[in-house]
């Protein structure tokens, strides 16, 4: 009789489920991850929140007449078991969920950091909503307005004051979805301009939307976020034209070839090759990303600049 087949190991999961304990709860780019966190004990999910600065573990006596400080306690039927208790007197108690993220929500820790996951994610608000178990015309709705806010407030204060030196590469790209069902005119469709520049000893990048393709809207962006004295590689639009008076030493592409570039300064006519395109692997990111989302999502252009962002 033949010898038996082998049946493969199952290398990462027996590892996952062995090592269960030695987890990082610090990449969830893997999902397991987070639902090996989120299945754990109250105290793991407490201590992890805490840990990342989502809820506090101590706060002052919230009584006026009182100068305890109120610490985490057990406290059963409380939400995560725990309850911020004086150690003057264990009358004076407030919720750990008291000034969070969670405050006003009804619903449990773990069902919320569901539903912003799947959110985050890229599905639309109904899969959300189904895979968190809430309802999706009233919860899902109003979580994924919050969390859409909480982005645009995110880019307002990591993103806009960024400022880029070295050689920035910058470029125009227009984003757009196919309407699949749409009514009248076809041409109706999301479509915008955006406006990128990618730092190129960071790789950061920094993504814009904009209403046109002017030098009036483009170059205030180039002042805000690229040092003068700094390098520009741009393709040959006449929005940058002027780029090389304001102080910047500026190459607008000659030459297009499947793996550089050739940049002449039209103002010295030095020639530089440039050999990675990294703005060009950023609009693939990004309009991957755009594509996978769904179309209210992708109305909501501010905060998810700042999610694609992120990505470098
Ligand atoms: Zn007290």
Partial sequence: ?????????????????????????????????????????????????????????????????????????????????????????????????????????????????????????????????????????????DWGSFIRELMKEYFHVRLSQKKMSGIVEIDESLFGRRVKFHRGDPNKGLKVWVFGMVERSTNSLILYPVKDRTADTLIPLIERHVEKGSTIYSDGFSAYFHLNDMGYRHFTVIHKYSFKKTYKNAETGDIEVVHTNRIEGAWKHAKDYFRKMSGTKASQWEGHMAEVSKYN
């Fill in 1 to 141: 009789m033949a010898e038996s087949r082998q049946i493969p190991v199952a290398g990462n999961f027996r590892k996952r489920k062995e090592n269960a304990s030695e987890i990082s709860f610090s990449d969830f780019s893997n999902p397991w991850t987070f639902y090996a966190l989120f299945s754990r004990d109250d105290l793991t999910v407490a201590t992890w929140l805490i840990e990342q600065g989502l809820l506090g573990r101590s706060r002052p006596c919230e009584r006026a007449d009182c100068d305890g400080d109120m610490r985490l306690a057990r406290r059963s039927g409380r939400p995560l078991g725990y309850t911020l208790r004086c150690n003057r007197s264990r009358d004076h108690e407030v919720s750990i969920m008291k000034y969070s993220f969670f405050e006003r929500s009804k619903l449990d820790v773990r069902d919320i950091m569901q539903l912003i996951k799947t959110y985050l994610e890229g599905l639309s608000l109904g899969m959300t909503s189904r895979y968190a178990g809430v309802s999706y015309t009233g919860t899902a709705v």
